[in-house]
């Protein structure tokens, strides 16, 4: 047997990164995974891995507002960056963000494993597209599995998160 | 033998009648969706424990092998890693996994000696971090001297084929033909008799959070606390203490959430043991959580694969006479949950029709791959498929229309409960009724016109058509009673809650079962505001870990609806009752004139006298003497509702018994479109009827069968395991294993029709399988309709794209 394994640990990398509006400086290995990261040191286990290779999409979250797949990225890749986990969008009072608001009213979760991806998904369309119709919705989170739902729901849960969010802008402007 | 006359008398007796109803019935809004959604429940990745390890696992390349050595100094050696066990090494620390049944076939959660399907676990590693638990892993040098793989399951019945086991004198760990009724009169009177052989390929589960385990081995008390996503910790936790190698009443096994199951996660045993094993090496708590690929390799999440050779006799004018099932099931490598699949699918095997003679004939098969556990259907899935696909057939054969053929055989309302030839009872249904609204529903005259159309151009639409049985709240009888030994008798798979009212009148339920992506929580909050007239809002729900020695079987077989409705009835009924002569003692009346109404206490006819939940609690809890003579003090009641209905089988097996006769229906119309020369098939339009008896919470249910006809559609166009010559498994990723995304998903429209069970608290039955069960068989119907002008019939599934132009291109060519 190889007595040429090499077991030294690589040098570690510092990382400043913004997380959910609270800073951290950090040493991390070169190959921990955002995803790890945030579930690990973190302590933000809202982050779900499904799959561990970018096809399911359950640990989606926001870097820099692009919604990105967290087991795809290396923390050590993003110094300077800010990110955004699904812990960002209720109020430590148990309140909801209005997109989680119309998931509920309109049952688009069932076990709730996916949804922090899809929530986070959610969250990049609706800067993009205000109010979506279900073919945009489709496109947008066409790359997140669910296996529960079946979908139709998650489809008009974003829908109605698009109708509520601009129905609040519009609100705030008369 | 158990006669219908057995069933037990109506249990809705003196239930309010549903215009009575408050909250049964009602699309109350799901109690479990804010912590999900806000990221903060606890699914068992979530979980640690001060010193925690992290395990990982060494998995086989070869299908079949022989470990000739393993080497694991290089692993041992890296820095973090705490243990490296082989096979036999863990065999030291745990059992052998509990065999449920099934003939001797010894399996070990990590392989000794021999592995026998690829993926099978041939080290395990605990580590500082996953990562490193990873590289030892890579770190271990195993030499294999690889051995032919068996493949093909008929392959593998022949006298000679490699023996998988060489503890079996055979690969055939199963073999039973089973006669119910006249059998072979129903096939020499009938006028025709159609024919299929018919093939239902290896499908998984694949919930999105794959099986994982914490567990913590105390060395001094010798006892073991585990967190898992297993369904069975208040149902079977003394056999799970078994393999462990902990006493049973040192075994605590704490629930979390479950990032969905679909039958996959009720044993989860290999995961248990390798975590256990790791821990009780180590000292120290140890998390095994699978990877993608370990969970789709390895773990208990294969459902049926199986091949039929069918025939349904049937009398001139379309009345179904007999029919035989002749079934060879590929089980995978071991065969621990031995042939429960079968057992279940016992249940409905006739359908919604009146068929009087059934030949049940089952070969269990070993072969080199991943064993078979349970998946959403579970045994009666493929039984549907081809059940329907008979009927359809009969129809062209004998010019009847496909609806009409149905119509004629269906059994009729007035015949409930209905005995099946096997035994098993049906409950109550209008099965014509349900047709009728899902033609309507779906408009099929407006489709016809534009098939017509679409053909002139080319292109080929089809509608689809399946009419089919649900069975629910299942009875685990069914996973041994196709053996006559051990001649174990019937169970009752109970179900129970624990609940209190407090000294403020809260009123607290704590369930057996854990969350598994249904909505125990909501369920239960409407049985107790419906029982005591509070919001649901206002109850409190909570998970019991396996010490509080409650028993319950959890969600599964469509049950949890049934049975939580039954248990936390139960439950009410004997807090209110005390409440209500406490109440009575107090105002100084009869017991007999007092009624809860809207969460107070108060003379029947008469709001003025009234006490409020709090003023009871606190009596009941601080002032026993200002309570009725032989009262206790408290309010807590513990209900563990059985079976409502099961009987044993007959000893000569002529009568398997009532176990699963709580049976719900539903037709399925699908619309697809398929273009021949791809081979793709894209959904158009979905129409369902369900008739799941008293509709609990019509938003959740309609959530369920939409999920399982998105399940279904994968069944029907996407979902194989498929292996190689060398029984490699070509899918051991969701890149290969494709499972529904949004883009294959139609509007799906669901409408109910309720026929209330008698057997159950308010008439529900259950509706957890029901997408699953139909869709498959609809959409094949569906695909043959579009294809009908090219001669395509359609007896596979999935109907991949390859297999379309491959079945399309025989058909051209004139190949069978």
């Known amino acids: 047997m190889s007595e040429t394994t090499s077991t030294a640990a690589p040098e570690k990398v510092r990382v400043r990164l913004t997380v959910n509006g609270t800073s951290h400086d950090l040493l991390v290995e070169p190959r921990t995974l955002l995803a790890d990261l945030l579930r690990g040191d973190l302590g933000l286990t809202g982050t779900h891995l499904g799959c561990e290779q970018g096809v399911c999409g359950s640990c989606t979250v926001l870097v820099d507002g692009t919604a990105t797949r967290s087991c795809l990225v290396f923390a050590a890749q993003l110094d300077g960056a800010t990110v955004r986990t699904v812990e960002s969008l209720g109020g430590v009072d148990g309140s909801l963000h209005p997109i989680q608001r119309a998931f509920h009213e309109n049952h688009g979760l069932q076990c709730g494993f996916c949804t922090p991806g899809m929530l986070m998904g959610t969250c990049e369309l609706l800067e993009r597209t205000t109010e979506p119709d279900p073919d945009d919705v489709r496109e947008a989170l066409g790359g997140n599995l669910c296996r529960c739902t079946g979908y139709q729901n998650i489809v008009k849960s974003v829908c109605a998160a698009g109708r509520a969010l601009a129905a609040e802008r519009n609100g705030a402007q008369v | 033998m158990s006669t219908v006359e057995d069933r037990p008398t109506t249990a809705t007796t003196g239930s309010p009648r549903e215009g009575e109803r408050r909250w049964v019935g009602r699309s109350v809004p799901r109690k479990e969706d804010p912590k999900l959604l806000a990221g903060r429940a606890t699914f068992v990745g979530d979980v640690t424990l001060p010193g925690m390890l992290h395990g990982a696992v060494l998995r086989s390349p ?36 509990p065999a449920f049944c099934a003939e001797p076939v010894p399996q070990t959660a990590v392989a000794i000696e021999r592995v026998r399907y690829p993926g099978e676990a041939v080290a395990i590693v605990a580590a500082t971090d996953r990562y490193i638990a990873e590289d030892a892993c890579a770190a271990i040098r195993v030499e294999y001297e690889v051995l032919p793989a068996v493949v093909d399951p008929e392959a593998a019945m022949a006298p000679d084929a490699t023996r998988i086991h060489e503890t079996l004198d055979s690969n055939v760990a199963f073999h039973r033909t089973l006669d119910f009724g006249d059998v072979e009169g129903d096939l020499a009177r ?53 393999m462990l190698g902990v006493s049973t009443n040192r075994l605590r096994m704490i629930p979390c959430a479950v990032g969905g199951s679909f039958g ?382 099961s009987t044993p089988p007959s000893a000569d097996r002529k009568d398997m018994g009532a176990f699963y006769p709580m049976v719900s229906h539903a037709c399925h119309i699908p619309i697809v479109e398929v273009d021949p020369e791809t081979g793709v098939v894209t959904l158009r339009a979905y129409y369902a009827v369900n008739d799941c008896g008293t509709v609990m919470n019509p938003t959740l249910v309609e959530g369920q069968i939409v999920g399982g006809i998105v399940q279904g559609i994968g069944a029907a166009l996407m979902e194989e395991y498929r292996y190689g010559e060398d029984g490699a498994l070509d899918t051991p990723t969701f890149r290969e294993y494709l499972v529904p995304s949004m883009h294959e998903v139609p509007e799906i429209v669901v409408e109910h029709l309720e026929t209330p069970s008698p057997f159950t608290e308010y008439g529900v039955k259950g509706a957890g399988e029901g997408g699953r069960l139909v869709a498959p068989t609809a959409i094949a119907s569906a695909v043959d309709d579009a294809l009908k002008p090219l001669g395509v019939w359609v007896d596979e599934l999935p109907m991949t794209p390859e297999r379309v132009v491959g079945m399309v291109t025989d058909a051209r060519e004139g190949r069978p």
């Open chain 2, 264 to 645: 996959s996660k009720h044993f989860i045993t290999k995961v248990l043991a390798i975590a256990g094993a790791l821990s009780k090496a180590t000292g120290r708590p140890v998390q095994y959580l699978e990877d993608r690929v370990d969970n789709i390799a390895a773990n208990d999440n294969v459902g049926c694969d199986r091949i039929y050779d069918a025939e349904l006799a049937l009398a001139e004018d379309g009345e179904m006479l007999g029919l035989t099932l002749r079934i060879i099931d590929d089980y995978g490598a071991y065969f621990q949950f031995a042939h429960g699949q079968h057992g279940n699918a016992m249940a409905q095997p006739t359908g919604p029709y009146r068929i009087s003679s059934l030949r049940y004939d089952v070969s269990c098969v070993l072969t080199n791959k991943v064993q078979q556990g349970f998946f959403r259907g579970a045994g009666a899935d493929p039984g549907n498929f081809v059940l329907e696909r008979l009927v359809d057939k009969a129809a062209e054969q004998l010019g009847i229309d496909r609806a009409e053929i149905r119509r004629r055989n269906f059994i009729r309302p007035d015949q409930f409960p209905f005995k099946t030839p096997p035994g098993n009872v049906y409950d109550s249904g209008n099965y014509a009724a349900v047709l009728d609204k899902a033609l309507e529903l779906a408009g099929i005259d407006d489709w016809r016109a534009e098939q017509e159309r679409l053909r002139a151009e080319g292109r080929y639409l089809g509608i689809g058509l399946a009419t089919c049985q649900e069975r629910t709240g299942y009875n685990a009888s069914e996973w041994w009673f196709l053996y006559d030994n051990p001649p174990l008798p019937a169970t009752s798979t109970p179900e129970s809650v624990k609940m209190d009212v407090d000294a403020m009148g809260g009123v607290r339920v704590e369930v057996g079962c854990p969350l598994w992506g249904n909505s125990p929580e909501t369920v239960v909050s409407q049985v107790v505001a419906e029982e005591f007239g509070i919001d649901p809002a206002d109850v409190s729900v909570t998970y019991a870990d396996s010490t509080t020695g409650a028993m319950s079987a959890g969600p599964g077989g469509s049950r949890l609806t049934i049975m939580l409705s039954g248990a936390t009835r139960g439950a009410a009924r004997t807090i209110r009752d005390k409440m209500i002569r406490i109440a009575a003692h107090a105002m100084e009346m009869d017991p007999a004139d007092v009624e809860c109404v809207d969460g107070t206490f108060r003379a029947k006819g008469a709001p003025g006298t009234s006490m409020s939940m709090a003023d009871i609690g606190m009596r009941a809890h601080l002032f026993f003497h200002d309570t009725p003579e032989d009262e206790s003090s408290g309010l807590v009641a513990v209900h563990t509702y059985d079976h409502p209905y």
């Open chain 2, 62 to 97: 070869h299908a079949h092998a022989r470990i000739v050595s393993i080497d694991t100094s290089a692993a041992e050696a890296i820095p973090g890693v705490a243990a490296v066990l082989t096979g036999a090494q863990a065999a030291e620390l745990v059992n052998p996994m």
């Open chain 2, 190 to 242: 009938a006028h025709t008799v159609v024919r299929t052989r018919a093939r239902w390929h290896r499908m998984g589960a694949q919930p999105m959070e794959t099986a994982g385990a914490v567990a913590s081995w105390d060395p001094f008390d010798k006892s073991m606390t585990v967190y898992s996503n297993s369904n069975f910790h208040n149902f079977l936790p003394w056999a799970f203490a078994g």
